[in-house]
């Protein structure tokens, strides 16, 4: 259904980074400024009193880099008090923050840009972990970062592992505070073998270390083999095992992708968790090959198979953020596949898996989210996404999905707005009313050429509070969670 642009908040302005043409809608491969502390009179406030959210972004794109993902990892923070809204934004302080034009960064579609042997490889702009009283910026690469959630500074602080591959999204259970990561079991970026391994704080209480509890061996041996989104459930860690293929280096791509491109996978690796009564390690393979980019929400059904909703995706979709690619109009067959639930068998190793949203062939969508409070629980029904048609130029629509049925049963658009990933805040009764909560969503029109914060009733879809503004901000990265009180 058709909706006014909704909360508007004043967000910096932008200018855009040396590239030959303006980038699919005008808002990828563009650098934010900084301001210093916004506070803007919000009437979200009043439902949203004492909630702070953050978000990692691609904040600022120094010249020659065209690869949105790329972009060098900035915080952003919401705080509701007051009647009001404060916004705060600070580049993350790594090297390549700080000093980039000094250093030789290299990228996933970036450099090498120089011929320096101080390669700066920390950029953790994906998504943003809180674990154990710390908060840590992610990606799918050991280099995360971690900062200080008052002031947004860096903390000197390191992942300790030999593994140079980790998990952007780490499948953590909120109830127990653990948190678990997959991995490949060998510092070397080919092989066969796969590990499970528990996030834990260093005892000098500024670090994070692993603790490896399972491992397995996939039937071949793959290039940089990762785990963007690993789940988990009651009794079992799950993922779907992805790898990299070499390329011929002669193309268009800087950086990583250069040499290498996603490559469609069927294996997958589930386990037990550590202290479970059950007891499972196993590789095991579906009989569809893709690439998952998130998975929802998992849980046990009542056979004691897990239960995976998934956003599937092809070996194109990193090429897609390229400014080549960005040129041109949005290629969604190639990109995306349907979304899957499949359900794996922790005891036999059947992995069966068929369309999530079988009434809707022809909608495209990602960055799924849900009521935290109900995670990995069977009878959780509601997830959120944003969509997008296939005359779509973008993510254009936040949607329901009812996981029971199987069917969308609630979307919001607003003329030539486009969407980022929908955060869950959980309302007062949330905990027994699953969709007892608000929807937010940094967003961007193109009509006004402006950005403003979406906020919605997760169980009606009606706006919350409204405001326009014409500055700027721009598109993010996946996954951007809500901390409350912290």
Not at 210 to 233: E, K, Y
């Amino acid at each position: 259904m058709q909706h006014p642009p909704t909360l508007a908040l004043f967000l910096p302005t932008v200018v855009l980074a040396s590239v030959s043409n303006e980038p699919r809608l005008g808002f990828f491969l563009k650098s934010a400024s900084i301001p210093s502390n916004l506070s803007i009179p919000s009437s979200a406030a009043r439902v949203l009193e004492g909630t702070a959210h953050f978000r990692v972004i691609p904040g600022f794109f120094p010249q020659g880099m065209g690869f949105h993902f790329d972009g060098l990892a900035t915080v952003l923070k919401l705080e509701f008090f007051d009647g009001s809204m404060e916004l705060s934004l600070k580049k993350f302080e790594s090297e390549a923050g700080m000093s980039y034009e000094k250093c030789n960064f290299f990228g996933t579609g970036t450099g090498p840009t120089s011929a320096r042997t101080n390669i700066c490889f920390q950029n953790p702009g994906v998504n943003i972990l809180p674990i154990q009283s710390q908060l840590w910026l992610t990606t799918d690469t050991n280099a995360w970062g971690r900062i200080n959630p008052a002031s947004l500074d860096a903390i000197p602080a390191k992942v300790k592992t030999i593994n140079q591959i980790l998990n952007a999204h780490p499948a953590c259970d909120h109830v127990s505070k653990e948190c678990f990561v997959q991995h490949p079991c060998t510092a070397q970026p080919m092989g066969s073998s796969v590990c499970f391994s528990e996030l834990k704080t260093s005892p000098n209480g500024i670090d994070l270390e692993i603790d490896t509890f399972a491992s397995g061996r996939m039937n071949a041996s793959a290039i940089l083999q990762h785990s963007h989104s690993p789940c988990v459930t009651p009794n079992y860690v799950v993922s779907k095992l992805d790898r990299f293929e070499l390329r011929n280096p002669f193309n268009q791509n800087s950086g990583l992708l250069r040499f290498v491109s996603q490559g469609m996978s069927n294996s997958w690796f589930i386990a037990s968790r550590p202290g479970s009564n059950h007891h499972a390690s196993r590789v095991t393979y579906s009989k569809e090959a893709f690439v998952n980019n998130h998975f929802m929400n998992c849980f046990e059904n009542d056979q004691g198979k897990v239960v995976v909703d998934l956003i599937a995706t092809t070996d194109l979709y990193l090429d897609t953020y390229f400014l080549h690619s960005l040129k041109k109009p949005a290629p969604w067959t190639q990109i995306f596949a349907p979304p899957l639930r499949c359900i794996v068998d922790p005891f036999e190793g059947d992995v069966e898996c068929e369309e999530l949203l079988p009434q809707d062939p022809n909608l495209y969508l990602d960055y799924p989210t849900f009521n935290p409070l109900w995670k990995m629980r069977p009878d959780s029904e509601f997830v959120y996404a944003i969509a997008a048609e296939g005359s779509s130029q973008w993510f254009d629509r936040i949607i329901k999905i009812d996981s029971k049925t199987q069917r969308i049963v609630d979307d919001y658009q607003a003329e030539g707005t486009y969407f980022t990933e929908p955060s869950f805040i959980p309302g007062s009764k949330a905990k027994y009313e699953e969709d007892d909560g608000y929807l937010l969503s940094i967003s961007f029109s193109k009509i006004t050429n402006s950005s403003f914060v979406t906020i919605l009733h997760a169980s009606s879809f009606e706006i919350v509070s409204q405001t326009l503004t014409t500055l700027f901000y721009p598109n993010q990265t996946p996954l951007l969670p809500l901390i409350k009180h912290l």
